[in-house]
């Protein structure tokens, strides 16, 4: 449980409140729902299906948009207030000069596409790093130690391209803006979910993701697995949508574990970017 106290995250100032507040949050979930046919994480049966890569389905990240100034989210069951940033400076002609000039090789015009015409982002954190709470233990059927780590160690992968992003893990969940936390399960065939709260610009300004231990049947996966599936979740809590090229990590069935060139090169401009809408 987080501890109560005062803090302030990404330009906000942040309270945690006692008790259950009204939400002032518009929900937008995007996309279409899950198929109750849909294909889940492949299950690892032998030694040779472990070496495959997996197929994990992926609901689009829940954007949940802050209306007012004084606004309560939720993480992690704590109330939590905040104070929206102000608008970005942006030249909307720029912004779609540069779209044009440098979306090809990645997928953002896709990802406009999913987004009714707006780009998404945390503000630049490379002072003040931006905060991330990985859920250290979770009482959930064949628990392994390993899961943890093997999340952490997905961010400084996706550092490598080149945005103005930097992490720093910390023990208290309080004090985070993305929070990660296990679950036995999902509903229906989900194995990873992000919620991202932004405010009206664009901002991000919180982001939770949360992850199934086990599969469909109730056997626990396998640490790699994990880490595949935090892979793919960490993409959107950044800001990224889904590709439409089966290659990709950011595919909504993904059938790669690696963070592709591509991919690195999609998050790389949507930092070169201010966000908001671009129509």
Known sequence: MAVRGEFVVLGFAVLLVGGVGAMAVQARQQGAARSATATPLAQHRDARDAQRPAAAVSAPPRDFVVTANRTLLELDGVPVRAIALPAPARDAEEVRRTLAARGGGTYIGEMLAQEDSMLVRWPDRTLTALRVWVQPHADVPGWSDGYPQVVRDVFPEWSVAGFPIRFLHVLDSATADLHIRFTRSLPGLQ?????????????????????????????????????????????????????????????????????????????????????????
């Open 191 to 279: 194995i990873g979910l992000t919620n991202r709260f932004r405010d009206e610009h664009g901002w991000i300004v919180a982001a939770e993701i949360i992850l199934a231990t086990g599969d469909q049947s109730g056997k626990p996966l396998p640490a790699g697995l994990i880490s595949a599936i935090a892979r793919h979740e960490v993409g959107h809590a950044l800001g990224l949508g889904h590709a439409s090229d089966p290659a990709m990590l950011m595919f909504p069935e993904s059938r790669t574990t690696t963070i592709t060139a591509t991919d690195r090169a999609t998050l790389h401009l949507l930092y070169s970017l201010p966000p908001g809408t671009v129509r």
